[in-house]
C-alpha cells in the first residue's frame, strides 16, 4: 500500500480541520475515551494548533485519504488543564513540547504506522526544536472506572514504554468532557507520560 506522510503547519492544518475532527471524534469514541464528540469543538481545537507558529500535525494518508496523525504543539500554548498540574508540581512548561494524539483508523494499526508517527515527531521535535527538553503527553486514567474492557482493546502503554515515556505518579490533570453514555460532560482523571528530547 502506497502511504503519504505529509508535515502540516498554520494554513495546511486549516484545510485538513474537517477531515482531522471527524477522524478524531470517530476514533475518541473508542474505549477508553468514550468520547460523544463535538463537530464544533473539535474545529476549534484543532484550530489552536493551525494558529501556533511552532506547532505541527503529521498527517498519514493512504490514496489521497487520511487515516491516522499526530498532533503536537509547545505545551506552553495548551489549555490550563494541561499546564497547571505540571506548574504546581515546578516543571519547566517552556520546556515541554506537548504530543496531543496518535491516532489511526483501525484496520491500520498493528502494523507499526504508530510507531512510524511517534518516531517521526519526535525526530521533528529533537531535530528542529532544540530549547524543548523534555516530551510530554497525557492519557486518560481508566483505573478506578466500572466499564468493561473490550477483547479487541490494545492499550498504547507498549508504545509509550518502546519511546522511553514513564509515567508520572503526579501530577494527575482533569479535563471535561461528555462519554458516549452521559447526558452531560464530567471531569476525567488524566496521566502524564514524559520522556526526554
Known sequence: MNFTIDFLKKEQIKEVI???????????KEYPY???????????YLNTYANSK????????LNNRII???TAIPLLEE????KTPLTKENYKIEELFYIGEIILEKEFRNCGKGKELMQTAITYIKN??????KIIICTVNRDNNSYPIPNEYK??????????????????A????????????????????????
Open 174 to 197: 482533569y479535563f471535561s468532557w461528555k462519554e458516549i453514555n452521559e447526558t452531560e460532560e464530567s471531569l476525567k482523571p488524566m496521566n502524564f507520560w514524559i520522556t526526554t528530547v
Open 54 to 61: 511552532n506547532a505541527f500535525v503529521i498527517s498519514l494518508s
Open 34 to 44: 468514550l468520547y460523544d464528540g463535538d463537530l464544533e469543538y473539535e474545529k476549534e
Open 128 to 133: 528542529n526544536y532544540p530549547k524543548y527538553k
Open 155 to 172: 492499550d498504547l502503554k507498549y508504545l509509550w514504554e518502546k519511546f522511553n515515556f514513564k509515567k508520572l505518579e503526579r501530577p494527575i
Open 68 to 70: 491516522g496523525a499526530c
Open 79 to 82: 489549555v490550563d488543564e494541561f
Open 18 to 28: 474537517p477531515f482531522l475532527s471527524k477522524l478524531r471524534i470517530k476514533i475518541f
